[in-house]
């Protein structure tokens, strides 16, 4: 049974009027313990079908199924409030996921009293050292902690409530490469410890190939290519993909930079060196 099903979804927006279509035609089935990267330029849908997915946006057609039945295209607000803490959606940037002027604890010890059993403080605790943040983290207010480190607390505050579905729309880009790496491996084993399914948005093909099983491919909110992450991104062929892989900035590779011949991909790989 999947964690979600998009069958046939479309989403439209009006700009005066013009009519955008921002997701068209989506058909996607997510399974329990799967990470689908979600890849595509900017303004091909990936962040309103991640909207979609939790519930956030009401698609124009087409239906949201989750596993308990409900369909989020349909349902009442009172059945989407019901199953929203199990779909969760986390944003690239972490101080909108907290007040500023609460401790970080008392954004986080409410929402692990409300689900799950044992003493809420100790579960966030643990939770924040998988996370690589100390119990002093949590004590303190928003401001006084880095970007990479409120993103990761950001995830915490996600992932306290045991979701089915973690929605990470860019939740990387303002983490330096390095945390990048640390982040993925944290959420990746956080993941094989307690499974819940990923949709991970992301502009970087390097990162989704690290995360992700399999990927999908937008553009102009349609899903032009799909497969598992390695075919996909070393035997792309849908033109979209290959100008994303196109698009990786390259770096002269280490061995070669005395004799300048060489080229080497910053992040990701594929058959366009
Ligand atoms: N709330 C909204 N109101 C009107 N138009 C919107 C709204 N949200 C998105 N759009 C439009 O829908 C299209 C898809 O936007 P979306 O944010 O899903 O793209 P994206 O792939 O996430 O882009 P990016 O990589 O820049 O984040 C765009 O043309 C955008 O302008
Ligand atoms: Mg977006």
Same mark, same amino acid.
């Given at each position: 049974?999947?964690?979600? $099903?998009?069958?046939?979804?479309?989403?439209?927006?009006? !700009?005066?009027?013009?009519?955008? !279509?921002?997701?068209?035609?989506?058909?996607?089935?997510?399974?329990?313990?799967? =990470?689908?990267?979600?890849?595509? +330029? $900017?303004?091909?849908?990936?962040?309103?079908?991640?909207?979609?997915?939790?519930?956030?946006?009401?698609?124009?057609?087409?239906?949201?199924?989750?596993?308990?039945?409900?369909?989020?295209?349909?349902?009442?607000? @009172?059945?989407?409030?019901?199953?929203?803490?199990?779909?969760?959606?986390?944003?690239?940037?972490?101080?909108?996921?907290?007040?500023?002027?609460?401790?970080?604890?008392?954004?986080? #010890?409410?929402?692990?009293?409300?689900?799950?059993?044992?003493?809420?403080?100790?579960?966030?605790? +643990?939770?924040?050292?998988?996370?690589?943040?100390?119990?002093? *983290?949590?004590?303190?207010?928003?401001? /006084?902690? $880095?970007?990479?480190?409120?993103?990761?607390?950001? #995830?915490?505050?996600?992932?306290?409530?045991?979701?089915?579905?973690?929605?990470?729309?860019?939740?990387?880009?303002?983490?330096?490469?390095?945390?990048? +790496?640390?982040?993925?491996?944290? #959420?990746?084993?956080?993941?094989?410890?307690?499974?819940?399914?990923?949709?991970?948005?992301? *502009?970087?093909?390097?990162?989704?190939?690290?995360?992700?099983?399999?990927?999908?491919?937008? +553009?102009?909110?349609?899903?032009? /290519?799909?497969?598992?992450?390695?075919?996909?991104?070393? $035997?792309? @062929?849908?033109?979209? =993909?290959?100008?994303?892989?196109?698009?990786?900035?390259?770096?002269? %590779? %280490?061995?070669?930079?005395? =004799?300048?011949?060489?080229?080497?991909?910053?992040?990701?790989?594929?058959? !366009?060196?």
């Amino acid at each position: 049974m999947p964690v979600l $099903s998009f069958r046939d979804v479309d989403v439209s927006f009006r !700009h005066g009027r013009q009519v955008v !279509h921002a997701v068209s035609a989506v058909m996607l089935s997510i399974d329990d313990g799967d =990470t689908i990267a979600v890849v595509g +330029e $900017s303004g091909s849908g990936k962040s309103t079908l991640g909207q979609v997915g939790i519930g956030l946006l009401r698609p124009d057609r087409g239906s949201v199924l989750t596993a308990s039945g409900i369909d989020l295209a349909t349902a009442s607000r @009172r059945a989407i409030r019901s199953v929203r803490p199990s779909l969760q959606l986390v944003v690239q940037n972490p101080y909108q996921a907290f007040s500023p002027r609460l401790r970080l604890s008392r954004s986080l #010890l409410p929402a692990a009293r409300r689900f799950g059993s044992g003493p809420a403080r100790d579960r966030v605790v +643990e939770l924040f050292a998988q996370m690589g943040l100390s119990e002093n *983290h949590l004590d303190r207010f928003p401001d /006084e902690l $880095s970007g990479g480190q409120l993103q990761r607390a950001a #995830l915490a505050r996600a992932l306290i409530v045991d979701p089915a579905l973690l929605v990470a729309d860019e939740v990387m880009a303002g983490v330096d490469v390095a945390s990048q +790496e640390g982040i993925a491996e944290l #959420l990746r084993s956080h993941q094989r410890r307690v499974g819940f399914a990923m949709v991970f948005i992301t *502009h970087d093909l390097g990162l989704a190939r690290r995360v992700a099983d399999r990927i999908i491919v937008m +553009e102009a909110g349609r899903i032009v /290519e799909r497969g598992p992450i390695e075919s996909v991104l070393d $035997s792309p @062929r849908h033109p979209a =993909t290959v100008r994303l892989l196109d698009a990786i900035p390259c770096l002269p %590779a %280490a061995e070669n930079v005395e =004799t300048a011949g060489g080229r080497g991909r910053l992040t990701g790989g594929g058959p !366009h060196d």
